[in-house]
């Protein structure tokens, strides 16, 4: 039995930090039509909620992150949702669109369209379980949710070619070392981790946060030196209203924190 959307991306708010869970692990979490629409709702909300300042998106379960698009609807209503732009319809976009850092707790497999899922991610935390692969080659499908252009540019062009064009796995392990995920945790740390980290991310000012996070975004997609005049731009426009009163007013806490980390 299909579970309602309300039931299919579960939403937990504590402190700061919102907790996004794909919730079909009887179905390895596979992006349903109406799974794709829960997670769209669900980062709309924690967008749009003041008291989330980062988000923590993860699956149920052991076994997967999200196996990607679900194969048995994929056969029946044809391959519309694996080009769709809507960000109802394409979770990648519902990530992206979502203005605060989002990280991505990486449980299990992500597969083809999971593996898309992840990198629309800000930062992945892996658990020793997580798996990564590529098989759009093997289906004859062509990604449509960035997965061509974005896992060349975070692993190198020939290491992307390996997964991409053989489908073959990635384990945890050798994904840190190719600078995929930030880091691997055991499987029983890895909300715990994931979640420090959000918190941290939290403690800091919210619309600074976004602000921030979209200038690295925006900045990333540009040739290095239009990226390096955005940042001119940005960072003239926006540190021209900081006093030196509210520079001083923060050094102590800035200090402060360094010795206790």
């Not at 692990?25 to 749009?48: G, I, Y």
């Not at 040739?223 to 940005?234: D, N, Q, S, T, W």
């Not at 402060?256 to 980390?261: E, I, K, P, Y």
Request: some cysteine.
């Amino acid at each position: 039995r299909e579970r309602k959307m309300s039931e299919l991306v579960l939403v937990e708010i504590a402190e700061g930090v919102a907790t996004v869970t794909l919730n079909r692990p009887e179905a390895m979490n596979a992006l349903s039509q109406a799974l794709r629409r829960a997670l769209h709702d669900a980062m709309h909300r924690v967008d749009a909620d003041n008291s989330v300042r980062a988000v923590v998106l993860t699956g149920a379960g052991t076994r997967a992150f999200t196996a990607g698009l679900d194969l048995k609807e994929l056969g029946t209503r044809g391959l519309g949702a694996a080009n769709a732009t809507d960000p109802s319809d394409n979770p990648a976009k519902a990530i992206e669109s979502c203005r605060k850092p989002v990280i991505g707790a990486i449980n299990g497999v992500a597969i083809t369209g999971g593996f898309e899922v992840a990198l629309a991610c800000d930062i992945m935390i892996a658990s020793e379980n997580a798996r990564f692969a590529d098989t759009h080659a093997r289906g004859g499908v062509m990604p449509g949710w960035g997965l061509s252009q974005k896992l060349s540019r975070l692993i190198g062009i020939s290491r992307a070619k390996e997964l991409s064009l053989s489908g073959n796995f990635l384990d945890a392990a050798t994904a840190e070392r190719w600078g995929l995920v930030n880091r691997v945790v055991p499987a029983a740390e890895l909300l715990p981790a994931a979640r420090k980290l959000a918190a941290d991310i939290a403690s800091a000012e919210v619309d600074f946060i976004a602000g921030y996070k979209k200038l690295i975004d925006d900045g990333y997609a540009l040739p290095f030196g239009e990226a390096m005049a955005l940042e001119h731009r940005i960072s003239s426009a926006a540190n021209a209203q900081v006093t030196p009163e509210a520079v001083e007013a923060r050094r102590a806490a800035v200090q402060a924190r360094g010795r206790a980390q």
